[in-house]
């Protein structure tokens, strides 16, 4: 594991909780060592990639088998998977949504408040 942590910029304790998540999945020895395949490295990749684009570990577990690459880019390899991908979005755009109204609405009670004198 502490080779895979090195190869991918990612700390063990990650790497172990992905594995929990089912997203890592290692051959393991008869003396329970983990052993990772080539590929690994680059499914680290994909799934800090999926967690930046603000997915979680659940829904990156369920769609990581349909997601592919071509040309160094991550894409949908059924519509289905594009189309829950949208759904993500749209759900994150939301999140967005509420987000910018929090922050409007904070802006205006600061607005409110009474001034410093000088």
Partial sequence: MGQLAERTGVNVRLLRYYEQQGLLRPHRLGNGYRVYAEGDVRLVAYIRT?????????????????????????????????????????????????????????????????????
């Fill in 50 to 118: 999926l967690l930046a684009a603000g997915l979680t570990t659940a829904v990156i577990a369920r769609l990581l088998p349909s997601v592919c690459e071509r040309d160094g880019v991550l894409r949908p390899c059924t519509p289905e998977l594009a189309d829950e991908l949208r759904r993500e979005r749209d759900r994150i755009d939301s999140q967005v949504a509420e987000l910018l109204a929090s922050r409007t609405l904070l802006n205006q009670v600061i607005a409110a408040a009474p001034k410093h004198p000088h």
